[in-house]
């Protein structure tokens, strides 16, 4: 049986959320239900995912950059999952570990943390462009960096902790983030200015969507930047802090990648 053209395809073109499904009779079409089941299956996969260390050291390869892993109070994913409080704060030991490094170095200005959150394989698949970007742009400021941090089983507010140890003025946290239908991998960038105890989600300024199909994260790392300055510059972050960020074509052209998002030194 021949079935009509669905004039509403063309909008598909434009983005990658279920739109324009179609139907067959009253239902929705074969394909579309197990598009439907393939993508909520990658979703609960992805927050059930743990970060591979050793693989995100090497990945990262952040030669030259002193590198500490922390973990909040989780002892494991299912505690992590089900006591969200619990990953808002360092454990014991990790406390320790970073309050022994900030008595080493001066106070720094910006702390870069990489956050497993709600999605490992976002940090896995695009922590390491974001980072390499990130670092290579911070490199034209003057701003000091403090020892990256690399948190397990963390939500956003552990950053305030990890700040704390380190006498950071602000936070950058990179942290998977809850998978959708539509990406399963996506990373967010949490930023905070003078971090401590009792920040809530309004003192922070929020860069989400960070995957291939969305914003770049070559280019969210030129929008970190760019906030970070503007931020510091301004004494203050989250709904106070009114910003414009530049063209994106000008952000393009600030990294060290190509528009089409691939690189020489893309392994």
């Known amino acids: 049986m021949k079935t009509s053209h669905d004039p509403w395809s063309f909008l ?13 009779g009253y239902s929705a079409p074969t394909r579309e ?13 992805s927050v059930w995912s743990e970060i591979d260390l050793v693989k995100l050291h090497e990945d990262l390869n952040l030669t030259g950059h ?18 969200p409080s619990l990953g ?4 014991p030991h990790s406390s320790r570990v970073l309050q022994d490094v900030s008595l ?14 709600l999605s490992a394989n976002g940090i896995h698949t695009n922590a390491p462009l974001f980072v390499r970007e990130f670092l290579t742009a911070i490199k034209s400021t003057s701003l000091r960096m403090a020892p990256i941090v690399i948190a397990k089983y963390a939500r956003v507010a552990i950053g305030d902790d990890i700040a704390s140890s380190l006498n950071a003025g602000s936070t950058v ?10 990406s399963s991998n996506s990373l ?9 105890a009792g920040r809530t989600d309004a003192d922070r300024n929020c860069i989400s969507n960070i995957h291939s ?15 970070v300055q503007t931020a510091l510059q301004k004494q203050l972050s989250g709904v106070s802090l009114k910003i414009e960020y530049p063209d994106i074509r000008q952000l393009l052209a600030n990294t060290s990648i190509s528009q089409n998002g691939t690189g020489g030194d893309e392994p």
């Open 12 to 24: 598909r073109d434009y983005t990658h959320a279920r739109i324009a499904l179609g139907r067959a």
């Open 104 to 117: 080493s170095s001066a106070s720094p200005d910006v702390a870069l943390i990489i956050a497993d959150g």
């Open 66 to 83: 002193k590198v500490v892993d922390v973990s909040s109070k989780c002892a494991n994913k299912k505690e992590f999952l089900l006591n």
């Open 213 to 227: 199909s969305g914003i770049q994260p070559a280019v969210a790392a030129q929008m970190a930047v760019f906030l």
């Open 88 to 91: 808002r704060s360092l454990g």
């Open 173 to 182: 946290m990179l942290i998977g983030e809850r998978p959708g239908l539509a």
């Open 33 to 45: 239900i197990l598009d439907f089941r393939m993508a909520h299956s990658r979703a609960r996969d």
């Open 188 to 196: 967010s960038v949490y930023f905070t200015f003078n971090p401590h």
